[in-house]
């Protein structure tokens, strides 16, 4: 066991996660990073591109995501979850639950074998729904660890990976693992859920299968997407036509439609798809529908207008249904101001919806004192003046689990976090 009080908890390996366990220790303090998923990675590493640089998030996040795991100052634990914490004093009593991979991750070395031998396919949820992946699997290419693991709900326990193995790594006997650790502080970097979309019925409530979600449309964008290309699901169909509707869920005071706040990352990721999809498919018109364009960073607005300039049509307006055609296409009704001003009627090939970002996690599950918004977002003492620190000593919060927020805005939200942990952490030493 290491030392409590040089020890901290970070709970959620998206990017924030990721980043704060790395300042962490690099300082020097031990982190333990839990993960629910079998791999660490959140959000980001799903994305095709990132405004406004358009950098690759493999290639700048991967490097990250392997420090992490290789660090010897972090311990990963993934597929896990936080079960319990207890405050004793100045120390976090903490009981980690480790799910069984049913897969040692001390003897497999990610070749694969077993996913090629798996008869069962089952729709990926790191493509969003769209490739197929094995009831055994490792999660995608870059996953960390590159470990596999058995989805027993759809196992059929034919036992083929079992026999394919090269390293003899998969073991049906592995059950759940508690885990119980000390540390002084915690960092909370749960992330983001999306608004429920199929509950817009003016949007066709999730039966029309040529109208997507925007994450959607980055597993089609990206260079080995299960498709090789944007296509639209009913039928494969390369469109000419796409809409890009905005503020799904998002700023609107009818709660039968969603939340109040803006998302704030929807309108420039938005830009970025809409002019990824004209440099992918090149023949196409590509519309985005919106209230207000909201360019607030860095270069935003210079890349909002490179979009325009690129061939995206901006229409600022309301979008009040979408009816589907036999053929599947998507009969659009629109209000829109401006020079058009009034009602228009458009058909689409396919239409993508920016839904509404929420929390993730309900913190207050693992610290009952947090406070969180009327949303469920974490809390700050102080927005402005210190954004990360919760009302619980020695408890901060980085990255959507805190409000919506872009990587930038996330990595040093994250830092900031990492800095006032150990300020904390130092202070509990008598530093
Ligand atoms: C479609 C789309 C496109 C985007 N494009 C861009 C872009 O181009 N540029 C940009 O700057 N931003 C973009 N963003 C925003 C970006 O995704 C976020 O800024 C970033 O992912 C926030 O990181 P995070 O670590 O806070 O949260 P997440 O990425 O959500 O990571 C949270 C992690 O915590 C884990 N977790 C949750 N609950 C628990 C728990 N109880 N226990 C353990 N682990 C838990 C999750 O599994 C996840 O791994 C986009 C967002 C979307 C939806
Ligand atoms: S479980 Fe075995 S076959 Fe599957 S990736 Fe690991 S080492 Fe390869
Ligand atoms: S035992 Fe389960 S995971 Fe392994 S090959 Fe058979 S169906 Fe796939």
């Known amino acids: 066991m290491t030392d409590a009080l040089r020890s901290v908890l970070v709970v959620g390996g998206g990017i924030a996660g990721v980043q704060a366990a790395l300042d962490l220790a690099d300082q020097g303090f031990h982190v333990y990073l839990v993960e629910k998923e079998p791999s660490v990675g959140g959000r ?79 729709p990926s949820e790191f493509e969003n729904g769209l490739g197929m992946r094995k009831a055994i699997y490792i999660p995608f290419a870059q996953a960390v660890p590159k470990v596999a693991v058995v989805d027993l709900e759809n196992c059929i326990l034919c036992g083929a990976c079992e026999r394919r193995c090269p390293t003899r790594a998969v073991n049906f006997a592995q059950v759940d693992e508690q885990i119980e650790l000390e ?26 299968p040529n109208v ?67 440099l992918n498919l090149r023949r196409v018109r590509v519309d985005v529908y919106y209230m207000d364009l909201r360019a607030f960073g860095k ?63 309900d913190p207050r599950v693992l610290f009952p004192d947090l406070a969180v918004d009327e949303y469920g977002f974490v809390e700050t003492v102080s927005p402005k003046l210190d954004p990360v620190s919760t009302g619980v000593p020695g408890v901060f919060v980085a990255g959507a689990a805190e409000a919506p927020k872009d990587i930038v805005d996330t990595v040093m939200q994250a830092g900031a976090a990492a800095m006032r942990a150990a300020a904390y952490l130092t202070s509990l030493n008598g530093g």
Request: charged fraction near 25%.
């Open 44 to 122: 980001m590493i799903q994305l095709q591109k990132v405004f406004p640089t358009l950098d690759c998030p493999s290639c700048i996040f991967t490097p990250k995501m392997v420090a992490v795991a290789n660090h010897p100052l972090i311990t990963l634990l993934t597929h896990a979850e936080v079960r319990e914490v207890r405050r004793e004093d100045k120390i976090f009593r903490v009981k980690v639950l480790k799910k069984p991979r049913y897969v040692d991750e001390g003897s497999c070395v990610g070749c694969g074998t077993c996913e090629k031998a798996c008869p069962v396919d089952v």
């Open 183 to 208: 540390v002084g502080a915690a960092v909370l970097a749960t992330g983001f859920g999306f608004f429920d979309a199929t509950r817009l019925e003016q949007f066709g409530g999730g039966r029309y």
């Open 212 to 278: 997507i979600p925007a994450l959607t449309v980055d597993r089609l964008l990206v260079a080995n997407s299960p498709y090789g290309a944007v296509v639209r699901p009913s039928d494969g169909k390369i469109p000419r036509r796409v809409a890009f509707i905005l503020c799904v869920g998002s700023r609107t005071r009818n709660a039968s439609l969603g939340l109040p706040y803006c998302s704030r990352v929807c309108c420039m990721y938005t830009v970025r798809q809409a002019q990824s999809v004209i």
């Open 299 to 361: 270069g935003y607005e210079e890349f909002y207008r490179r979009a325009e300039a690129a061939g995206v049509r901006f229409r600022k307006g309301r979008v009040a249904r979408i009816t589907e055609k036999p053929d599947g296409n998507l009969l659009l009704r629109a209000e829109v101001m401006g020079e058009e001003n009034g009602v228009v009627e458009e058909e689409y090939e396919l239409v993508v919806l920016a839904p509404g970002l929420r929390p993730q996690a």
